[in-house]
């Protein structure tokens, strides 16, 4: 089993609409999560961190934590074409140390 | 720009080559990371270092050979490389070793080896 699994895309949405990226792991212990931007060709840049259950919003992104569940997601509400990048989901499996795995990805692109 | 800045940004060079790959991060941070990216495959973690000394290396070649001569400043030296090393490789920093607020990734070195 994948350590860290994202959902297959590419997605699209149209322009206004509500943009849902889930992330699944297999280490129940994870203790932080995190959510990663990539446009093409650019590096990953950090959008949000979770670390408990529940909802963080921050502007028009929203993660979603679920322990019991093992999974994190990611909302996008009102997903503009700027928003059309890849998403990386990354999970610190460590407690004492750095383990942070990253998922492979989903593609968003929102159409205009 | 982030905080966190990479030299040079394209480097092209033949499996016989030598060179060394720079990293800066002006953010104050304790911890330091070379990432490798490749194509269709998720970011892999080659290193880790924190306050100068390295903790993590994921059964890296050793045709990679990393230095932090301080805590602002990492490289990733070069030697004998094989085609397959062809990737995007990323410095990132974050503020302690246990990454409670992530990382910042530097714009990458897009290497390619011939």
């Known amino acids: 089993q994948k350590e860290v699994e994202q959902n297959s895309g590419p997605l699209s949405v149209p322009e206004g609409a509500i943009a849902s990226l889930n992330c699944t792991y297999s280490d129940r212990g994870s203790q932080s999560f995190f959510w990663y931007r990539q446009y093409s060709g650019k590096s990953p840049e950090l959008i949000m961190f979770?670390?408990?259950?529940g909802d963080k919003e921050d502007g028009r992104f929203t993660a979603q934590l679920n322990k019991a569940s093992q999974y994190v997601s990611l909302l996008i509400r009102d997903s503009q074409p700027s928003d059309s990048a890849t998403y990386l989901c990354a999970v610190n499996m460590g407690t004492s140390y750095d383990k942070v795995i990253f998922g492979p990805g989903t593609s968003l692109s929102v159409i205009p | 720009e982030t905080g966190v800045t990479q030299t040079p940004r394209h480097l092209v060079m033949g499996m016989t080559n030598k060179k060394s790959l720079k990293c800066e991060q002006h953010l104050g941070h304790n911890a330091m990371y070379w990432y490798k990216q490749s194509a269709k495959k998720p970011l892999e973690l080659m290193f880790v270092y924190s306050l100068e000394e390295r903790v993590e290396n994921n059964s890296v070649p050793s045709r990679f050979s990393p230095e932090c001569p301080n805590s602002s400043h990492l490289f990733l030296h070069l030697h004998t490389l094989q085609p397959e090393d062809s990737a995007l490789y990323l410095c990132?920093?974050?503020?302690?070793?246990?990454?409670?607020?992530?990382?910042?990734f530097g714009p990458g070195t897009r290497l390619t080896v011939l």
């Open positions: 990132a920093s974050s503020q302690e070793r246990n990454n409670e607020f992530g990382k910042f």
């Open positions: 979770i670390y408990s259950n």
